[in-house]
Nanobody, 115 residues
Framework: QVQLVESGGGLVQPGGSLRLSCATS????????MSWFRQAPGKEREFVAR???????TDYADSVKGRFTISRDVVRTVYLQMNSLKPEDTAIYYC?????????WGQGTQVTVSS
């Protein structure tokens, strides 16, 4: 059974940094496309970043390019390093993976960027 558990969110001032983690079970993260999405209040969930299996690279939304970095360890955990945070980055951040015909989601972690 696939489980995804996000952590690392919180309140940060504009220009600050946070590192989100997604702890997984039931999958090997280095063999799959692992993604981060976010959903701001009153808005639809949107893609943030993706990392491919093996050495197949990363992909980012234009709004976070140059500020966010997705990475992973070999087996269990996916990370999202977020730098130069802006108020518009405020959202619930979700880890996600498409595995065996289903899109799996974590419960999300709240990121609030405010002075």
């Amino acid at each position: 059974q696939v489980q995804l558990v996000e952590s690392g969110g919180g309140l940060v001032q504009p220009g600050g940094s946070l590192r989100l983690s997604c702890a997984t079970s039931g999958i090997v993260v280095s063999s799959l496309h692992m993604s981060w999405f976010r959903q701001a209040p009153g808005k639809e969930r949107e893609f943030v970043a993706r990392i491919g299996p093996g050495g197949s690279g990363t992909d980012y939304a234009d709004s976070v390019k140059g500020r966010f970095t997705i990475s992973r360890d070999v087996v269990r955990t996916v990370y999202l390093q977020m730098n130069s945070l802006k108020p518009e980055d405020t959202a619930i951040y979700y880890c996600s993976v498409f595995y065996r015909g289903n899109q799996h989601w974590g419960q999300g972690t709240q990121v609030t960027v405010s002075s």
